[in-house]
């Protein structure tokens, strides 16, 4: 687990919002576990269907999920404070007796509100829990536009879901509805629409209790309550994006997703942010090999519930048209006449099928003269399969040859949330964005110390440019980090008479490479990268890389002279048995990824 | 039954200065004098417990009893909230109490903080109160000039500061833990319990919530006994074992059509027609009276062959509605339109819902808007059955909302469409219109 997740976020609400009941529930539990060696097992009667939930600390919600029963819910969520205010998890309860009678409560209450104890029993089909259900969904949509044809909610919506499942077909309502006005600014990249809103205040209390930055609130009151921002302070915290995926229905719209898909044409493909070394698991929503959004994963072994904008909103690039799309050969001349500077042809689109032995045979050549003159620079945007495949392909050339860790970008500071405006940390930290921002260094690394025992870092490859005949540049690194070499740095690389890049889009360094072979994103390719807390996560390709692109590591596959498709897995199971610090990965990494160390 | 002597009131009636020391001379201070002397706190909670005396803001819970709900041995500070939120339609004895009386309600505060081990009271005055406010805000500072307030107070071990907060105008406020919300400085929203305040509660610490009134008659009771309480009202009922009895004098508001609206004390079980004859000097212009709000809209509606229904915390509940309530009577004569009634009372609570329960908000607005169209003549008879329902569904009673608002809502509808059914669908279908203005309607 993330060290700096003092407490799993899925317990935390539920740690901090169940109060008395709970606390009491909990210390009885503790007690009972005291004086039983076995244990104390709870045991919660889920529609007459007994769950055994052990010690757990749980709600009904989470209980009846247990037992394979949904309680349509809107305010709670496993990662805030629990509020109980939207009233559409209403179950009926009571308890079994140990002579085997059931008492049942008079009322209804909300499941999320009731922590499951011993001997629970909770009704969710019974007529008085449905009904009291179908209420408060008419009156949600009391309200409620209907305008589900141009909502881009519509196809994941709760409230469309909910209103199939648990509601009543036709309201009664025969009154105009209330009509608030939009507030399309309500965030740099955050609209709300207001009249759809159903109050369930998720978005308010992530501001509050996630983000720490409090932009949300509700203002006014009753039926007129709306959700709103006080004067001139829109949305613009870090993590504002994660307000639009708990907002249950289409109140709070991504302004970069609004009007371009409907969601039942996306295709969902999950993946690791590539952002920063965090590796947040993500969903990639993507259609007809177009990326359209991000979405977090949660996985409480990485980061949680949420990601932050940089992970979510920088994905442009991914469906960039300016990308290399097929490899390129370079050629630099001495102009007539002029004495020292060179200058470069204009790169030179190449086949495959001449790029991939062009290359293999520059370097062997250059190899062969001089090894110790050839270096590959590994760049931590690669996945450990490519960087174990590259590494392979320059030590195979040479034994003498030397392999760099690539730049490692960073910016700034790790910002931990929640934090008030002012940056100052509040409380218990639920988020962090690291200042390292490459998904993969820790894979790198550790590939770089099997093959060469050490760790050579990129201002290293600067230091020893001079004396290199050969170099294998990857690069890959998203342009939101902008030029990542000086013009100086970009000038010493340009004179090795053989230099290989390999990177997303044109940069002056490629301008001066003899090979421009095109990198892969995050999106296109297979693989796994490990976080800073060694947490290896798989990423699954979502899109195509280019009508006839080709990802490093088919590249790299290609270079090795191997035969056939990339298979990451296959790879993966090499590494597996190659290299020690990996054998955990032989296999699938599941949902969650697996943890090395 | 011979004229009742005001107790709570005795003073008030009598024009007497409400300073620290006229006070005093009136027997005043006495009781805390007697309990910081030879009670201990748990004395002092044993005899209020014994006394009976019950909650005037509307609930009736025991008083003595809510005091014992605090933890034991509780290591940090305790509060009392004191709810002077007096925003219930129509009730108006709080402020009489304060106003005029403000030293009766602070020795009640001092007993109570004695008993309950609180530190810190927190008086929360609703907005619209500003001279009650000045009259408390100018007892206070008697009283810390007199050591009576402050540290060791009359050179005993008990200190104790009191705070005056003015709310900003919202009937939630009145709620025990959206009082605690708002005085937090937060929005107005009631709490999710458990905890209760005596638990948790303002500022996550244990904390007592009390009637303005309900404290005045602490400060008797400690004064004159557990007892002496209970030679005034009824007793419980033996056929019911959840009555707890009502013990005491009782603040009554009359107010709406009757001669002369006024605040009585009456030992509590005193019936709504000799309220509104003998000391509301009967229903105006020399109608007869339609019906009544037994106390505080939020209890529902009584009609006139219901007003000999007694007013303690049991009678109201037998004739259908919510209970006691605030004891404040609202008569409105033969000519009042119940439908104005009705929209008047679901305007308030449309109003007056926080927003954060789905069915309150939604169905408060709801009935509104039902009411207003049925007002504007355009009601439909089936609009009758669904009020009815929203009416029966919204509350913390069918479990579906946090606080007891919704309820407050709810009833009135309820008992006009079982009570005034007949009159409700004539309107309906002679095509009635009510042309009077929402503000005139507003001061029916």
Redesign the interface.
């Known amino acids: 687990m993330d060290p700096d997740l003092a407490v799993d976020p899925r317990l935390a609400p539920v740690q901090e919002s169940f109060d008395g009941a709970l606390r009491t529930h909990r210390r009885k539990l503790q007690d009972r576990k005291d004086t039983k060696d076995d244990g104390f097992m709870a045991v919660v009667y889920i529609n007459d269907q007994p769950v055994d939930i052990g010690s757990e600390r749980l709600n009904l919600i989470q209980a009846a999920q247990k037992a394979g029963v949904f309680i349509p819910h809107y305010c709670w969520h496993p990662a805030l404070s629990v509020v109980a205010s939207c009233r559409m998890c209403l179950v009926e309860v009571g308890e079994k007796k140990p002579d085997g009678t059931i008492a049942m409560q008079p009322r209804v209450v909300p499941a999320c509100q009731t922590p499951a104890k011993d001997a629970t029993v909770c009704l969710t089909n019974s007529e008085k829990a449905k009904n009291a259900q179908a209420n408060t969904l008419e009156s949600l949509l009391l309200n409620h536009p209907l305008d589900c044809p141009v909502c881009d909610k519509a196809g994941e919506c709760k409230l469309q879901d909910f209103s199939y499942g648990f509601g009543h077909s036709t309201s009664r309502m025969v009154d105009p509805k209330n009509t608030p006005p939009n507030k399309p600014d309500i965030g740099e990249r955050i609209s709300l629409f207001t009249d759809r809103c159903i109050m369930c205040s998720r978005c308010v209390r992530f501001t509050r209790e996630i983000s720490g930055s409090a932009e949300l609130m509700v203002s006014n009151r009753g039926h007129h309550s709306e959700i709103d921002i006080f004067p001139g302070e829109p949305v613009n915290n870090k993590l504002a994006g994660n307000v639009v995926d708990l907002c249950p229905v289409g109140a709070l719209a991504n302004k970069d997703f609004l009007y371009k898909q409907r969601v039942w044409f996306l295709k969902t493909q999950a993946s690791v942010c590539a952002g920063c070394s965090t590796g947040c698991s993500i969903q990639v929503d993507h259609n007809k090999d177009v990326v359209h959004r991000i979405r977090p994963r949660e996985n409480p072994l990485a980061q949680g519930q949420f990601i932050c904008d940089e992970g979510r909103f920088d994905y442009a690039y991914v469906n960039g048209a300016e990308r290399f799309d097929r490899p390129l050969s370079g050629q630099a001349f001495l102009p007539a006449g002029a004495a020292g500077q060179q200058e470069y042809l204009p790169l030179e689109p190449m086949t495959w099928e001449n790029a991939i032995p062009a290359v293999r045979g520059e370097l062997a050549k250059a190899a062969k003269e001089n090894g110790a003159a050839l270096a590959g620079v590994i760049s931590p945007m690669l996945t450990v399969e490519e960087a174990f495949l590259f590494a392979k392909f320059i030590k195979g050339l040479s034994s003498d040859a030397r392999l760099y860790l690539g730049w490692v970008p960073r910016v700034g500071k790790d910002e931990q949330f929640p934090q008030d405006r002012h940056g100052n940390p509040l409380g218990a930290v639920k988020f962090t964005i690291r200042a390292e921002k490459c998904p993969n260094r820790r894979g790198v690394e550790e590939v770089l110390k099997h093959f060469q025992g050490e760790v050579l870092g990129f201002d290293q490859m600067l230091t020893d440019a001079a004396r290199l005949e050969a170099l294998y540049l990857t690069a890959a690194y998203p342009p939101r980090l902008g030029a990542w070499l000086t013009d100086e740095q970009t000038q010493t690389l340009a004179r090795i008479p053989l230099l290989v890049v390999q990177d997303l889009a044109p940069t002056p360094i490629s301008e001066r490479a003899r090979f421009v072979l095109p990198a892969a994103t995050f999106a296109e390719k297979d693989g796994c990268f490990v976080n800073h807390a060694n947490l290896a996560q798989q990423l699954h390709r979502a899109v195509r890389p280019g009508a006839i692109g080709r990802t490093e590591g088919q590249i790299f596959l290609n270079l090795l002279d191997r035969r056939g498709l990339i298979q990451a897995k296959a790879v993966r199971e090499e590494l597996a048995r190659e290299v020690p610090f990996f054998a955990a990965l032989d296999g699938n990494l599941g949902e969650f990824g697996v943890k090395l160390s | 039954m011979p004229d009742f002597e005001p107790i709570l009131l005795k003073r008030i009636n009598a024009k007497a200065d409400p300073g620290l020391d006229a006070y005093r001379a009136d027997g005043g201070y006495r009781a805390l004098t007697k309990t910081l002397g030879d009670m201990t706190p748990a004395q002092v909670v044993e005899t209020v417990k014994a006394s009976g005396l019950r909650g005037r803001g509307g609930a009736g819970f025991p008083c003595g009893l809510k005091w014992t709900f605090l933890p034991k041995e509780h290591p940090g500070p305790i509060y009392l909230c004191v709810n002077a939120d007096e925003s219930e339609p129509c009730t108006f004895n709080n402020r009489i109490l304060m106003e005029h009386d403000p030293h009766q309600v602070l020795e009640g505060i001092l007993l109570a903080c004695y008993a309950t081990r609180a530190s810190v009271a927190y008086v929360y005055i609703r907005y619209e109160y500003g001279a009650a406010f000045r009259a408390m805000q100018k007892a206070i500072d008697e009283l810390y000039a007199n050591n009576l307030l402050g540290t060791n107070i009359l050179g005993k071990d008990f200190s104790l500061d009191v705070y005056l907060h003015r709310g900003a105008g ?1 009937y939630i406020c009145g709620e025990e833990t959206g009082l605690i919300e708002s005085l937090e400085g937060k ?1 107005g ?1 009631p709490r ?1 319990k ?3 305040p005596a ?2 509660g303002a500022f996550r610490k244990p904390t007592v919530v009390n009637n303005i009134e309900t404290l005045a008659c602490v400060t008797h009771v400690i004064d004159r006994g557990a007892d002496w309480l209970k030679t005034i009202g009824i007793p419980p009922d033996p056929k019911n074992p959840r009555d707890a009895g009502s013990y005491g004098p009782k603040l009554y508001c009359i107010s709406g059509h009757v001669n002369h609206p006024c605040c009585v004390e009456l030992p509590l079980g005193v019936t709504v027609r000799e309220l509104v004859d003998k000391h509301g000097g009967g229903v105006w212009k020399g109608r007869k009276a339609k019906g009544c709000i037994p106390g505080g809209i939020s209890m529902g509606l009584m009609t006139e062959a219901e007003f000999d229904t007694p007013l303690d915390f049991n009678g109201p509940g037998k004739v259908g509605c919510l209970g006691l309530g605030t004891a404040a009577v609202t008569v409105f004569d033969e000519t009042t339109s119940i439908v104005d009634v009705l929209y008047n009372i679901c305007r308030f609570f ?10 309150c ?6 009935m509104m ?2 009411m ?2 049925m007002r504007r003549g355009q009601g ?1 008879q089936e609009d009758l059955d ?1 009020l009815d329902e929203v009416a029966k ?1 919204i509350g ?7 606080c007891g608002l919704a309820d407050g809502a709810g009833w009135p509808v309820k008992n006009a469409i079982a009570k005034f059914r007949p009159e409700l669908e004539t309107y309906i279908k002679g095509g009635q219109k009510t042309t009077m203005s929402l503000a005139l309607a507003g001061v029916h």
């Open positions: 919202a929005r929203w999710i458990p905890p209760f638990v948790e449309a109003h007056e819902s926080c927003g954060q329960c789905t069915p908000r939604e169905g408060t607005g709801w808007k039902m207003d169209r439909r669904i569904s913390i009673m069918p479990g579906t909302t946090i």
